[in-house]
Structures are given as structure tokens and as C-alpha cells.
């Protein structure tokens, strides 16, 4: 069932919102995506754009309110988090999937944010890539239309130009952080995606 999904959404990727047919190859084992967040479309551009199934990160707010796609969510292995509230479960299921060889994508900003530059970023992926290993691929998606944080569906029918650009990747240390070295790893990864180029 997930690769007749992923086959799918490539199509609507490829022909909705014309993103090109280029494939990014994922490193094997754990590994951890993290980007700029325009609007819903995006983790769609994001599975079509790579190579191997990934799992997701999500407001637990929207989670809830799209109680007829949790099926679906289930099958993308998607976690639910409150941006900035306590995710200690989230975060220990995090970990422990990427642990586990997954690949996981994370919207750092928290929520659909169309401008560049972006907000202020969450530090999770920080504090999971030093507890995994993992090394953090940087993307940026541009080309699709902007969440107007009041319709969640224009940006999936509104025909896009769609890219995913990657760049280089980001090695965090495999150990315990203090707070002053997840800050300084956080802007690090901020300037990683906004500088993203293939």
C-alpha cells in the first residue's frame, strides 16, 4: 500500500505541481530532513522528491481537526507535536524511530510560514540528531502557493512550480548538548536551509 501511495503522489507531484523528475538519494540508516514549511502540499513535495518512505513530524492541532486522513497518517508514520508545548513522548518516538534506520522530516519552524527569511526555529531535530547520530539534510520548497493560515486547500489545487532544493549536510555531535550549543547548532541549521541549493 505505501509504495501504490508514493507512486501516486508522485504523479500528482510530478504533473500538479510540476516539480522535476530529479530523485535526492537518502543516505541508508538514520537520517533526519529538516526545512522551510509554505504550506499543507509540502510533505507531499518532499516524499516525491526522494528516494526512501519518510515519516513526519505534525501539529497535533491539525492531527486532530483531519480525523479522515489519520488512516493515511498512520501509513506515513506520522507523529503528532505541539509546537512548543511539552513533547517528551513525541520526542522519545522521534528518536526512537529515527534510531530505528527511519527517515524523518521536520518543518522547524513549527507551522506553515510562506515568507523567506523564516521564523524563529524549534531546536528538536537539534537534540535528535545528537542523540541518533543522524546526520540533518537541509531543503528548501519553493514554487507552490502560500498557506493563508485560513484554507487548507488551495495550495493542493492550485497548480504549482514546484522545487525541493537539498543542501549540504549537517553533522551535529553524537552527544549531550548544552543549551548554549543547541542554540548556536539551531542557527547553523537555519542558515543551512535558507542557503539550500542542489
Not at 10 to 15: E, S
Not at 82 to 103: Q, Y
Request: aromatic fraction near 8%; proline fraction near 9%; charged fraction near 20%.
Amino acid at each position: 500500500m505505501t509504495r501504490l501511495l508514493m507512486a501516486l503522489n508522485r504523479h500528482y507531484c510530478r504533473l500538479w505541481q510540476r516539480l522535476p523528475e530529479n530523485v535526492r538519494m537518502l543516505p541508508d540508516g538514520p537520517v533526519i530532513l529538516v526545512g522551510n514549511h509554505r504550506a499543507g502540499v509540502d510533505p507531499l513535495l518532499v516524499q516525491a522528491a526522494v528516494n526512501r518512505p519518510l515519516s513526519f513530524l505534525m501539529s497535533r492541532e491539525y492531527y486532530r481537526n483531519m480525523w479522515y486522513a489519520r488512516w493515511l497518517f498512520g501509513l506515513a508514520g506520522v507523529i503528532p507535536v505541539t509546537p512548543g508545548g511539552s513533547n517528551r513522548h513525541a520526542l522519545s518516538t522521534a528518536i526512537e524511530a529515527v534510531r530505528a534506520g527511519s527517515a524523518l522530516c521536520i518543518f522547524p519552524e513549527g507551522g506553515a510560514n510562506p515568507p523567506i527569511p523564516m521564523r524563529k526555529l524549534y531546536p528538536g531535530a537539534i537534540v535528535m540528531a545528537a542523540e541518533t547520530g543522524a546526520p540533518i539534510i537541509p531543503f528548501r520548497v519553493t514554487g507552490v502557493w502560500p498557506f493563508d493560515h485560513q484554507r487548507l486547500w488551495p495550495p493542493f489545487l492550485k497548480r504549482g512550480r514546484a522545487k525541493v532544493i537539498f543542501g549540504k549536510i549537517l553533522h551535529v555531535p553524537e552527544k549531550r548538548l548544552n543549551k548554549e550549543e543547541i542554540r548556536n547548532l539551531t542557527k547553523v541549521m537555519r542558515e543551512a536551509i535558507l542557503s539550500a541549493e542542489r
